[in-house]
């Protein structure tokens, strides 16, 4: 397993932008997808982003055109970046690794708080 570490949330007005960072404990190179999920109270967790290890990605309906995710193999991280927020998007925001070429892997970090509001 890889271990978690997200970053970025916090508090914004509608309209606003945020970026999540989820820094990983060692390389994912060789990891085949990396995945944004979010949970709003009383709802089901959803996958909202996914990246690829090829560099593909896949949105939600819900969020095209105004997140986007990004990876840097380099920097053992993956990005977030939230445009055009609006109320609905308020969640906590969970990263998650999934698959690795060599076994089998899924781990989830801990979650960050998003609060989209005037």
């Known amino acids: 397993q890889v271990q978690l570490v997200e970053s970025g949330g916090g508090l914004v007005q509608p309209g606003g932008s945020l970026r999540l960072s989820c820094a990983a404990s060692?390389?994912?190179?060789?990891?085949?997808?990396m995945n944004w999920y979010r949970q709003a109270p009383g709802k089901e967790r959803e996958l909202v982003a996914t990246?690829?290890?090829?560099?593909?990605?896949n949105y939600a309906d819900s969020v095209k055109g105004r997140l986007a995710i990004s990876r840097d193999n380099g920097k053992n991280t993956v990005w977030l970046q939230m445009n055009s927020l609006k109320p609905e998007d308020t969640a906590v925001y969970y990263c998650?690794?999934?698959?690795?070429?060599?076994?089998?892997?899924?781990?989830w970090g801990q979650g960050t708080q998003v609060t989209v509001s005037s």
């Open positions: 060692r390389s994912i190179f060789s990891i085949n997808a």
């Open positions: 990246i690829t290890r090829g560099g593909s990605t």
């Open positions: 998650n690794a999934h698959g690795w070429i060599f076994s089998t892997l899924d781990s």
